[in-house]
């Protein structure tokens, strides 16, 4: 556990520089909005910007693992590093997923601030179901997406780099990374299209009200969301769970075994 603790606090000062411009980017993003909004005096475009943030966290945590992975290498600090290849990896995720949160507690903030501020009553809209339960579904959509997304992260740079010393596809990592990854999207979509797949992620499905959100201004309006209504199945996040667990042991043996940092 202290040597865990460890690689946290590592992690943290490692990326502290990659936390801040991410608080930049949002500084900006909240400065431009605002720019906007004064320029075409629309009250509500600062608080679409900001709802844009909130969505695109979803590659925060995947980004960052990324920039954290490419220092690792730079830097060749796992050389001689005791821990096995889950554990720091494990840390990565963990130190990446608490900037995460603090990144989107701030942009939920700062969200609200704008909503309560706004000129315009009917700016922000729910179309059926609880404004509150609305908004924890979708954050913790996002964060379980980014997390998914940040574990094949992992794993496609565990593939990159253990690919460097194999005879002529070690020339071609990146054409052969991109092959993999075409026939990776293809038996995905024909395993998703079997009948007996459909049949699976069925059993144990809740139905969930409307999920959408709409923004009005005086000239036009428009929604952004899933459907009116959507289907949640427990047996498939049991299924991307259990994929996400693969996925990630499977980074850490090529970590392990196969990448020369």
């Known amino acids: 556990m202290q040597a865990f603790k460890g690689l946290i606090i590592k992690e943290q000062k490692l990326m502290m520089n990659t936390f801040l411009s991410g608080i930049g980017l949002l500084i900006l993003a909240v400065i431009g909005g605002f720019g906007l909004t004064r320029y075409f005096n629309?009250?509500?475009?600062?608080?679409?910007?900001?709802?844009?943030?909130?969505?695109?966290?979803?590659?925060?945590?995947?980004?960052?693992?990324?920039?954290?992975?490419?220092?690792?290498?730079?830097?060749?600090?796992?050389?001689?590093?005791?821990?096995?290849?889950?554990?720091?990896?494990?840390?990565?995720?963990?130190?990446?997923?608490?900037?995460?949160?603090?990144?989107?507690?701030?942009?939920?903030?700062?969200?609200?601030i704008v909503i309560n501020q706004s000129q315009v009553m009917d700016f922000f809209q729910m179309f059926g179901g609880s404004l509150v339960f609305n908004l924890i579904l979708m954050l913790a959509g996002i964060t379980c997406l980014a997390v998914h997304l940040s574990i094949w992260v992992l794993f496609y740079w565990g593939l990159f780099h253990s690919l460097k010393n194999v005879p002529v596809i070690g020339k071609i990592r990146w054409l052969f990374l991109i092959a993999f990854w075409i026939v990776q999207m293809m038996v995905g979509n024909y395993f998703t299209q079997l009948g007996i797949y459909q049949s699976i992620i069925e059993f144990g499905t809740i139905e969930v009200q409307s999920k959408w959100f709409q923004f009005n201004t005086d000239q036009s309006s428009f929604a952004v969301g899933l459907s009116d209504t959507a289907q949640l199945s427990i047996t498939s996040g049991i299924i991307y769970l259990g994929l996400s667990a693969l996925v990630f042991f499977l980074a850490s043996w090529l970590l392990e075994k196969k990448v020369e940092v």
Do not use: D, R
Request: aromatic content about 12%; overall charge neutral; charged content about 5%.
């Open 42 to 112: 629309e009250p509500n475009i600062l608080a679409a910007v900001i709802f844009g943030v909130v969505f695109a966290h979803v590659f925060y945590l995947p980004l960052y693992v990324l920039m954290s992975l490419n220092i690792e290498a730079k830097t060749q600090t796992w050389l001689h590093n005791p821990n096995s290849g889950s554990l720091l990896f494990l840390a990565k995720l963990l130190s990446g997923l608490m900037s995460f949160c603090a990144s989107m507690l701030i942009s939920i903030g700062i969200l609200s």
